[in-house]
């Protein structure tokens, strides 16, 4: 059988999506193959279902005389909005935190309200000071970096491990999961975890502003968190049988849940930065990427992947040219001003300060340490 040299014999990702990107001699690609090493290291059906059910005992037991025994993030997507219906349906007691960056749309915000209501959950929410955050978005955008929903993720993360921290508790529910986000094209996104890289960026393009409200982990606070208090990220979806279609018709009956039309989409920003930044931009479309997850996790077939991808990322001119306008106006950009973003020259995350070196470092110490151990 002859194979496409230029395109994934599995998934829909292209050599026009990633410069990285090779095939092995079926013409399978290695982020399909990253997906199968990633599968593979989780064990068994039977060996998942025992981790996770331990798990489940130890994070009881860990948590028998705290108000919470666990804590987790919800944005009001599926993924989140699910891994808090199965922390109920298992009995546990998990504090509800969400980082409100000020792009929440209206449904979501009724979503995440209805989900504690119906669960009984108490949620926190942090609010960020909305200056420093568009401040900071405008940052990114001027920089020509192709990650900038990093600044959001890395944010979320930090809210966690702060109340993590605050409420002593060990454990984090995770809803990152590989069926439906495992597979990603390396030059599409960063290390969201580098706070170094964020803020070098921003000092580059902003003057004016600090961040006092930004919450943010350092390389040492990341390591305080690991040595000290031992906090540990459970990611539960991988554990367990997770269909994100079986998902959706389950928290709509049972939780009143109501869809965005697109992953992410509970974001207004997320939404214009999928749909229009990236492959205005950069030329990229993530849902091939999200898609080749799904594929790959047997939940849709390449056919139906590759008609999606067909179809248009707006529903209309109208509807693409009002989201437009209503970001622009938020972020106090002018058209003249967006579209020389847009035009401005596309530059890497490794052009500002990062925590490489750091980590570097880091690992080579434990190496050392472990070999004279030996």
Request: overall charge positive.
């Amino acid at each position: 059988m002859i194979h496409d040299k230029f395109t994934c014999s599995r998934c829909i990702l292209t050599i026009k999506d990633s410069p990285s990107i090779v095939f092995n001699s079926k013409g399978i690609c290695n982020y399909c193959l990253y997906y199968d090493s990633l599968i593979k290291s989780l064990g068994s059906e039977f060996e998942r279902k025992q981790w996770i059910d331990t798990k489940i005992i130890e994070i009881k037991k860990y948590g028998q005389k705290k108000k919470y025994d666990c804590i987790l993030g919800i944005s009001g997507g599926i993924d989140s909005t699910y891994l808090s219906y199965w922390a109920k349906q298992n009995n546990l007691r998990p504090l509800v935190v969400h980082f409100d960056n000020g792009w929440n749309s209206e449904l979501a915000a009724e979503n995440i309200k209805n989900i504690c209501e119906k669960l009984d959950f108490n949620l926190h929410t942090y609010v960020i000071n909305w200056d420093e955050f568009k401040a900071l978005q405008v940052a990114y955008l001027k920089a020509g970096v192709v990650d900038i929903e990093a600044i959001t993720d890395h944010a979320i993360m930090a809210t966690i491990f702060r109340y993590a921290t605050k409420y002593k508790i060990k454990y984090i529910l995770s809803g990152f999961n590989y069926a439906t986000e495992a597979i990603m094209p390396k030059e599409w996104i960063f290390d969201k975890t580098d706070s170094r890289n964020i803020f070098h960026i921003f000092s580059s393009y902003e003057n004016l502003l600090k961040l006092k409200s930004y919450p943010h982990l350092s390389f040492f606070k990341k390591l305080y968190n690991h040595w000290v208090h031992k906090i540990e990220s459970v990611q539960v979806l991988n554990y367990i049988n997770y269909n994100k279609f079986v998902a959706k018709e389950l928290i709509i009956k049972e939780l009143a849940w109501r869809d965005y039309g697109g992953k992410h989409h509970e974001s207004i920003f997320t939404k214009f930065y999928q749909n229009y930044i990236l492959p205005e931009k950069y030329k990229i479309d993530k849902r091939k990427a999200h898609l080749s997850s799904l594929i790959n996790s047997g939940q849709i077939t390449k056919e139906i992947a590759q008609k999606i991808i067909t179809e248009p990322l707006f529903e209309s001119e109208n509807q693409k040219l009002l989201l437009k306008t209503y970001v622009l106006k938020k972020l106090e950009l002018s058209e003249h001003e967006f579209d020389k973003i847009l035009h401005n020259t596309i530059r890497n995350h490794n052009d500002f300060k990062t925590e490489k070196k750091l980590w570097e470092f880091y690992f080579l110490i434990i190496k050392i340490f472990k070999f004279w151990k030996a």
